[in-house]
């Protein structure tokens, strides 16, 4: 977990905090969700299809974690172009907080190589309760980084 949270506070990226705590999956996760979802439409992106799978086994904060951060993986299959699909993953990479891009796959389409058929997996990362600004319990400090995620986007 240590190596995850220095990658993530050397990215500068927050990992999402709930604003109230007992919060079910669906709930923890609709800010994220309906954020990426905003990012495929800002973009003019077509979602052929979208599943998701939470707490995938492999990922480490679900396996040393998980009852401090909760995991979301995102699978979606996309149409769009090429200039599109550049500035969605711009987005991505420009959005406040932690990201993961699983995988990503791109295949013109065969009629009109304009277009693209991409398959793109994300992962979400929450915590499973807000955090305390400041924990006067913890033995270590928490990673400035990680303090304040719910603030405001920038505009």
Known sequence: IKQIRDSIVSSQKKIYSPLESDLGNETLFFTLYNDVIEMLHANSIKIKSIDYKYNPETDSFVKFGKDVYFVCDVDMELVSNYVNLGKLIQDV??????????????????????????????????????????????????????????TALPQ
């Open 93 to 150: 990479y420009q959005y406040p907080y932690y990201i993961r891009i699983n995988n990503l796959d791109v295949k013109p389409y065969e009629k009109d190589k304009k277009i693209l058929l991409s398959t793109l997996s994300l992962r979400l990362y929450a915590h499973t309760a807000p955090e305390d600004p400041v924990d006067t319990t913890a033995t270590t400090p928490i990673a400035p980084a990680l303090d304040g995620a719910n």
